[in-house]
Nanobody
Framework: QVQLVASGGGLVQAGGSLRLSCVASGSIGSLISMGWYRQAPGKARELVARVFTGGSTIYADSVKGRFTISRDNAKNTLYLQMNSLKPEDTGVYYC?????????WGQGTQVTVSS
């Protein structure tokens, strides 16, 4: 079983930066990808960024050039560096680990960007 614990959210002004972390434990060798998703109030959860075992990444168009996803295998930690934050980036951010047969969600961390 895999457990994911996210942290790093907070309140920041527009234009500011935050770095989210997600520490994985358990059977992390079974993960084929890890990613960050977010859910704004009244909206569906959406993909923000995802990194695959081979190192390839994908980003939502809305965050390209501003957010960077990375993975430190030695620390079993996934990061999301968020720069040039906008009010529309506000939401609860979740990390997710994907196995061949299922996905595992961590708890969310709130990001609030004030204008």
């Amino acid at each position: 079983q895999v457990q994911l614990v996210a942290s790093g959210g907070g309140l920041v002004q527009a234009g500011g930066s935050l770095r989210l972390s997600c520490v994985a434990s358990g059977s992390i060798g079974s993960l084929i990808s890890m990613g960050w998703y977010r859910q704004a109030p009244g909206k569906a959860r959406e993909l923000v960024a995802r990194v695959f075992t081979g190192g390839s990444t994908i980003y939502a168009d809305s965050v390209k050039g501003r957010f960077t996803i990375s993975r430190d295998n030695a620390k079993n930690t996934l990061y999301l560096q968020m720069n040039s934050l906008k009010p529309e980036d506000t939401g609860v951010y979740y990390c997710k680990g994907t196995q061949a047969w299922s996905g595992i969600w961590g708890q969310g961390t709130q990001v609030t960007v004030s204008s």
